[in-house]
């Protein structure tokens, strides 16, 4: 679904700040850099960093269980997140107000068997946009077991 209507942005907005100020920031703490928190906190004091269209991303809930739904719908996610890249566009995934399915439903008027699962504000970046940064592939993969680095180099596939 995508949003642009001012109501209807507002509402999921004050619905993710609501879910970042009563748990979402301090869970964040815990494991994310400063700075990625304070980025947060910009984020949502912009209404989703000022994106003009919010995508809501649902799906029927009559046919998987949520899990695999998300599954299911992720792959979809990524390919429209490459593509907005592609285009010179800026977004990302948000889940923060997925983390209140009933409410965010409400406030979109989704059918009881509509689950959403993510957001994704996309718009035109205010600043340049560089590569996305990414840890090396040998501190985040293993090989045969867990603890066994993975070098590129060496396992050519």
Known sequence: MVVDDPQVRAA??????QIWGAGG???????????????VDRFFETSHGGAPRLIVIAGDGRVASHSVLASSVF?????????????????????????APAELAKILD?????????????GRPTRAVGPPR???VHEIAHRNRFGAVFDAQVAPC
Not at 12 to 17: A, H, K, P, T, V
Not at 25 to 39: T, Y
């Open 25 to 39: 920031r301090q869970h964040a703490e815990a494991s994310l850099a400063p700075s990625f928190v304070a980025g």
């Open 110 to 122: 989704l059918s009881a068997d509509v689950r959403p699962l993510a957001a994704i504000p996309i």
């Open 12 to 17: 999921i907005d004050d619905l993710g700040r």
């Open 75 to 99: 792959p979809a996610v990524q390919n429209l997140l490459l593509a907005a890249s592609a285009l010179g566009y800026g977004s990302t995934m948000t889940t923060l107000a997925a983390q």
């Open 134 to 136: 990414r840890r090396p």
